[in-house]
């Protein structure tokens, strides 16, 4: 499947306008490109007991899994704090990443964008290269 990956990174900026971000001030959008060509958002959404909150790229995957598709592509995420400007590379975390491997290839396409025109592509594999499997 081709990626627009511009399509992605926009889709991802504006899901990180919805994040909600009181108590870290880091503010992530991120952008789910299904096999299927459609795309699922999520943002991040914190809450004062921390472990409850859940970040931007599973709530993307919740979207998309809840709405029942189950083979993807892609992943756009943007992040920073206060909201504001992007000045570095936002990746995503540990349990991000394992949670993607339930559901992805090695091969699935991570693309961390500081804007439209400045961005990295990663995959999976890359940056889980040992992830956990029941079949060890």
């Known amino acids: ?3 627009d990956i511009n399509e992605l990174i ?3 900026v504006v899901a990180r306008k919805n ?3 009181p108590y870290s001030d880091f503010y992530v959008g991120a952008a789910l490109l299904a096999d299927s060509g459609k795309i699922y958002t999520g ?3 914190e809450n004062a007991s921390y472990p409850v909150g859940i970040c931007a790229e599973r709530s993307a995957f919740a979207a998309a899994l809840s709405a029942g598709e189950r ?3 892609a992943i756009a995420l ?3 704090k206060n909201g504001g400007r992007v000045e ?3 990746y995503p975390c540990g349990m991000c990443r394992q949670f993607m491997s339930e559901f992805c290839k090695s091969d699935f396409r991570i693309i961390s964008a500081k804007s439209e025109k400045e961005y990295e592509i990663y995959t999976l594999g890359e940056l889980l290269p040992k992830c956990f499997d029941l079949d060890v």
């Open 78 to 80: 943007i992040g920073g």
């Open 1 to 3: 499947m081709e990626i």
């Open 71 to 73: 083979n993807f592509s």
């Open 43 to 45: 943002s991040n959404v």
């Open 19 to 21: 994040a909600y971000a």
């Open 10 to 12: 926009k889709s991802a």
């Open 88 to 90: 570095k590379f936002c």
